[in-house]
């Protein structure tokens, strides 16, 4: 009896696409894509940061008091960086906020390069 549900749960675990990614894991992700020394931020500023905004969790999303939300593993904010389709957006980033939380951080990564060259840098976080 437990088999059938433990196998449900597993399948729907994977096709969610998203997963918690290990610190290594995502360290070997973030040099791959450059970021070490991005912008003078060293890859271990980009995995504090995504540790604390999101435990390393590619789909992560919290809602914020100014009716946006942030997503993904950077907690990318809807109200400047992502169209979410509730709140108006400048959509800087030019990409849709549910696709910031898939397993695949590519885009997550092209956005956060994006934010960290505006005059804030990671203090936008």
Not at 15 to 22: D, H, P, Q, V
Not at 54 to 75: E, H, L, R, V
Request: hydrophobic share 40%; net charge negative.
């Amino acid at each position: 009896m437990w088999a059938p549900r433990w196998l449900l749960l597993a399948a729907l675990a994977a096709t969610s696409g998203a997963k918690i990614l290990g610190r290594c894991q995502l360290a070997q992700l973030l040099q791959h894509q450059e970021l070490d020394g991005y912008r003078g931020y060293s890859l271990a500023d980009w995995l504090c940061m995504a540790f604390y905004e999101s435990s390393f969790d590619t789909a992560a999303k919290s809602a914020k008091a100014d009716s946006s939300a942030s997503f993904g593993i950077f907690q990318i904010n809807s109200g400047l960086w992502c169209t979410d389709e509730r709140s108006p957006s400048e959509n800087l980033c030019r990409v849709a906020c549910t696709d910031l939380l898939t397993n695949d951080i590519t885009d997550d990564i092209i956005c956060a390069k994006k934010i960290v060259r505006h005059p804030q840098g990671m203090d936008a976080w």
